[in-house]
């Protein structure tokens, strides 16, 4: 671009010098044209929201049973919270129950089956070892797979 190319053009100051102050009505409106010329959206967005000011319409047909129905929704929603809460208390409980009878019952098991070796094998101490080891392993492999044995911070 040559400098009579840029003489053509508009400068920045140019634009942005008007002949009234800033706080004048003739300054706004020439602001408010501007904007209107650039972006004719945006000057209704503007006019609409200094319209909108009064409230949203459905406030003025509100009355008091819309009022009540809306307190009676809210108490039936508090209801079904505390029954859901409630539900899940007991859902937990009875997990925690079931979870007690699988782990006795799994000692019970391991109790009789080492009860048997012993009994079995008594006499036998070159077999007793490798099984009561292997039982031991067992043992230890489920309390493990439970995290019984990690450390609590």
């Not at 049973?65 to 899940?88: F, G, M, N, P, T």
Request: charged letters at 30%.
């Amino acid at each position: 671009m040559n400098d009579n190319d840029r003489k053509d053009l508009p400068t920045d100051r140019e634009e942005e010098a008007p002949d009234e102050a800033v706080g004048t009505p003739n300054a706004l409106q020439n602001a408010v044209r501007k904007l209107a010329d650039k972006r004719p959206e945006k000057l209704i967005e503007v006019m609409a929201m200094e319209m909108s000011s009064v409230g949203n319409p459905l406030h003025h047909k509100m009355n008091e049973e819309h009022i009540s129905k809306v307190l009676e929704l809210a108490a039936k929603h508090d209801e079904r919270q505390y029954d859901l809460h409630k539900k899940s208390q007991e859902n937990a409980h009875s997990e925690g129950n079931s979870n007690r009878r699988y782990c006795f019952a799994a000692f019970l098991v391991v109790a009789t089956i080492t009860s048997i070796v012993l009994f079995l094998f008594k006499d036998k101490p070159d077999v007793l070892v490798p099984i009561l080891t292997g039982l031991g392993g067992l043992v230890s492999g489920f309390l493990g797979g439970w995290g019984l044995g990690r450390k609590h911070d």
